[in-house]
């Protein structure tokens, strides 16, 4: 089925350790996108990047780190992880990167749990 | 700063029909959006208003206001499956998305 493959679905990991959640999609889209999602809030974008070798920092991007060495993957990286990055971690893409509708088509998440 | 403003949680019974509102202050204003949210689930696209009025999809509407910062989701006939949370987002003037908290949105029979 094409889509978004996200990977870890959940994990628990040890303050200070470093995590990579890893996004792969298959729809040849031009934008991807991180976002946190934590309870009471809404939607949060961490990193984008609007095509292939280019990235750009959201709303909320200190502790987090992305690359885009391709179209398909999207891997976004804690160094040393923090109690507040404990979340839903949803990668997204799109076929462009503003304009027009710019429909989101989201990952099943991942829930990382930093203790 | 910029704010989207939805109820945090509606109840409503299966056959019926619910209104969700969607206000917001943002930074310009290039497009609406609602996404519906199944527990432990990812969000899925539902509507896009860019124009003020009314856009029907099947037992879905969605109504924009660009002078009031006003967006409401109808559902009709409502069926169990609908029981999910509901995403209101803008568009603002740099193209970036801004969410509201979301809707969540119980059913009962």
């Known amino acids: 089925t094409a889509g978004i493959t996200q990977a870890p679905t959940s994990q628990i990991l040890a303050a200070g350790r470093s995590m990579t959640l890893r996004c792969t999609q298959d729809m040849r889209h031009n934008a991807m996108y991180w976002y946190r999602q934590d309870l009471g809030l809404g939607l949060r974008l961490i990193h984008y990047?609007?095509?292939?070798?280019?990235?750009g920092k959201g709303e909320v991007p200190d502790g987090y780190s992305v690359s885009r060495a391709n179209t398909d993957d999207f891997p976004l990286t804690l160094a040393s992880a923090v109690p507040s990055q404990t979340s839903v971690y949803f990668c997204?893409?799109?076929?462009?990167?503003?304009?027009?509708?710019?429909?989101?088509?989201f990952g099943a998440g991942s829930r990382l749990t930093v203790l | 700063g910029q704010n989207i403003d939805q109820p945090t949680e509606m109840t409503a019974t299966e056959g019926a029909i619910v209104q969700i509102n969607c206000t917001y202050q943002?930074?310009?204003?290039?497009?609406l959006f609602w996404y519906q949210q199944h527990a432990g689930e990812a969000p899925t696209f539902l509507s896009y208003?860019?124009l003020d009025g009314l856009e029907e999809k099947g037992r879905f509407s969605s109504f924009l206001s660009r002078s009031k910062g006003y967006s409401y989701l109808l559902l009709k006939e409502l069926q169990m499956k609908d029981s999910a949370s509901y995403l209101c987002a803008v568009r603002d003037s740099n193209y970036q998305l801004i969410w509201g908290a979301g809707t969540k949105l119980i059913i009962k029979p």
């Open positions: 943002t930074s310009g204003f290039n497009g």
């Open positions: 990047s609007n095509t292939a070798g280019t990235t």
């Open positions: 208003n860019v």
């Open positions: 997204a893409s799109s076929e462009q990167g503003a304009g027009g509708a710019n429909v989101l088509t």
